[in-house]
């Protein structure tokens, strides 16, 4: 069964201090790892899919790596609109589900 | 606006009344899915579609049924709600085939209450 764990669960940051947030997962054949953003009460927003160990994509302040087991998200000087939920996803080759982890909660105080 | 709608967005409802929340995507895509959303469980998949007429079952599928008729709608049913359906519900779309396979669109979510 495919598992998807985050953390920390809730991290609390100053603005301009850089920090990252822990995807580690256990998948029988990674497609894809998934971040999205997530805003109270909206859906989930695409940020990024990592598909290989090695790859790094970058958007803006955020910037996504794989490994074997985990994946991270580094954000770099944040601002407080960066704070949102953060959710990590992976889908198994010859899968159509996805499966998700909890997501980080991300405060940014000004 | 490449978009992914769902309705009602809010729904208060009683135990064992029927009830469909629709949802519909006007970018063509192929794959459908329902989420789940429940504090500490995060999002879990319900049911999911790769195409018209194709559906096949999430990690929590009981207690809720889906039909693929046409590309762009994907309704999800309740036939006799429960208290412990009571949760926040995502549709979301994507493509299977050409660029951009992978960006998941979800929709604003419906917020539901089985009482």
């Known amino acids: 069964e495919d598992q998807v764990t985050q953390s920390p669960e809730a991290l609390r940051l100053q603005e301009g201090e850089s920090s990252s947030l822990n995807c580690s997962y256990t998948v029988s054949g990674l497609r894809g790892l998934f971040w999205y953003r997530q805003d109270p009460g909206k859906g989930p927003e695409f940020l990024f899919t990592l598909y290989s160990a090695g790859e790094e994509k970058e958007k803006e302040r955020l910037k996504a790596t794989l490994t074997k087991k985990e994946s991270f998200l580094h954000i770099t000087a944040p601002k407080p609109e960066d704070s949102a939920t953060y959710l990590c996803a992976v889908q198994a080759w010859g899968a159509g589900k996805s499966t998700f982890g909890d997501g980080t909660t991300l405060t940014v105080k000004p | ?115």
């Not at chain 2, 064992?16 to 899915?33: D, I, R």
């Not at chain 2, 412990?84 to 419906?110: E, H, I, M, V």
Request: aromatic share 10%; proline share 6%.
């Open chain 2, 1 to 115: 606006e490449a978009q992914v709608t769902q309705n009602p967005r809010y729904l208060i409802t009683v135990t064992g009344k029927k009830l469909t929340v629709t949802c519909s995507q006007n970018m063509n895509h192929e794959y459908m899915s329902w989420y789940r959303q429940d504090p500490g469980l995060g999002l879990r998949q319900i049911y999911y579609s790769m195409n018209v007429e194709v559906t096949d079952k999430g990690d929590v599928p009981e207690g809720y049924k889906v039909s693929r008729k046409e590309k762009r709608n994907f309704p999800l049913i309740l036939e006799s709600p429960s208290p412990n359906q009571t949760s926040l519900y995502f549709c979301a779309s994507r493509r299977t085939s050409g660029g951009s396979t992978d960006t998941q669109y979800f929709g604003p979510g419906t917020r539901l209450t089985v009482l």
